[in-house]
């Protein structure tokens, strides 16, 4: 396994793990209609277009995994949250892997990459969010160090409402 930045050639494959990830982890999660739409040539473009206009300390980060190429992506930077110091606060706003490379080792050595980079660009503090209902991904969250700070939003972004918790770990 290997962890390297994001080119913009990679955009296609970030938008494919992006498109089955959510599938898989959040099948009764949310909306199936939602989940079955998912494009990921559109969720490529997307990225592409994320790709071609990211400026540092923001960064994607993709795993590849031999012959296989690009099998997960995890992006980073200055946390975007009202009650954040975004000089002395990271975020990992995505961390996502093909559900075929879940439970393999992928996730914990893509989150290591993901919060040694944001520590190397000077947060001393990192947060994610994810929704409140997804017991896997908490678990995974826990077991590599994260803890929840007590914060709670509701995303209705989508069209519908999700309930998100936000975890929190130093970064010293």
Not at 44 to 65: C, N, Y
Not at 66 to 79: I, N, Y
Not at 111 to 133: N, Q, Y
């Amino acid at each position: 396994m290997q962890v390297r930045p994001a080119q913009v050639s990679d955009a296609e494959a970030v938008g494919l793990v992006n498109a089955q990830a959510w599938r898989g982890a959040y099948a009764g999660l949310m909306p199936q209609d939602y989940l079955d739409a998912l494009d990921p040539a559109e969720r490529g473009r997307a990225w592409r277009r994320r790709l071609e206009s990211i400026q540092p300390p923001t960064s994607v980060l993709v795993l590849e995994r031999g012959t296989e190429g690009v099998v997960g992506f995890a992006s980073l930077g200055p946390a975007r949250d009202p009650d954040a110091d975004p000089s002395a606060t990271g975020e990992v706003m995505a961390i996502y892997l093909l559900p075929e490379h879940w439970r393999g080792g992928g996730g914990r050595v893509l989150m290591a990459e993901a919060v040694r980079r944001l520590s190397d660009a000077g947060f001393r503090e990192a947060t994610l969010w994810v929704l409140e209902t997804n017991d896997r991904a908490r678990r995974f969250y826990e077991a590599v160090g994260w803890s929840l700070d007590g914060q709670r939003r509701v995303d209705e972004s989508y069209g519908f409402a999700l309930a998100e918790v936000r975890y929190r770990r130093s970064l010293d």
